[in-house]
């Protein structure tokens, strides 16, 4: 009973994770990186359609991606999708390819991502407080309806209280990596 309230914590945490993993891919460096584009969603025969799965995305050198769709009519449509996710990207269109040039980060822009970066963490370390929260509440639950003693309870808030600690660290561990990603100049 205790080692699935665990793993159940344990998958939150998981996902708590790859959500931040996710909001940093969204943050720009000043490099070209496809993973900017995942949250880019194309008109594709009236169905929102993720980037990836309707062209390619390349890296053609570190400041530009280049996109090159399966279907030659999707050109425009890709563009358009691209000017609005409000990734703050100027794609050009060639009539065979969008070229995507990374501009340049100011000093200001950057120190904005890094603070950007830090509320995605702190959200990422809230979503892991909650998992453990809510994987508390259950043993909690289960001693009351003495279905375990209170060495187990104690025991398995022990083991949760380490699985927390194990996932705030990879929290702050990804924020440095992307601190520093976005202050190399």
Do not use: C
């Amino acid at each position: 009973m205790i080692d699935d309230i665990k793993s159940e914590a344990e998958k939150k945490m998981k996902k708590s994770l790859e959500s931040l993993n996710s909001a940093f891919n969204k943050i720009r460096t000043g490099r070209a990186h496809p993973s900017i584009l995942d949250s880019v969603l194309v008109d594709y025969y009236g169905q929102d359609t993720p980037l990836k799965q309707v062209a390619s995305v390349n890296v053609e050198d570190n400041r530009t991606l280049a996109v090159a769709p399966w279907e030659k009519p999707l050109l425009p449509k890709i563009e358009k999708a691209i000017m609005m996710a409000d990734l703050g990207l100027n794609p050009s269109n060639n009539g065979e390819v969008i070229r995507i040039p990374m501009p340049m980060l100011t000093e200001e822009t950057r120190k904005e991502m890094v603070k950007q970066a830090k509320a995605d963490a702190e959200h990422g370390r809230v979503s892991v407080r909650n998992a453990r929260r809510d994987a508390n509440s259950m043993l909690k639950e289960l001693l009351k309806e003495k279905e375990i003693n209170e060495d187990e309870e104690r025991n398995g808030e022990e083991a949760i209280q380490k699985l927390t600690d194990r996932y705030i660290a990879e929290v702050e561990k990804l924020l440095k990596a992307k601190e520093e990603d976005l202050m190399a100049v």
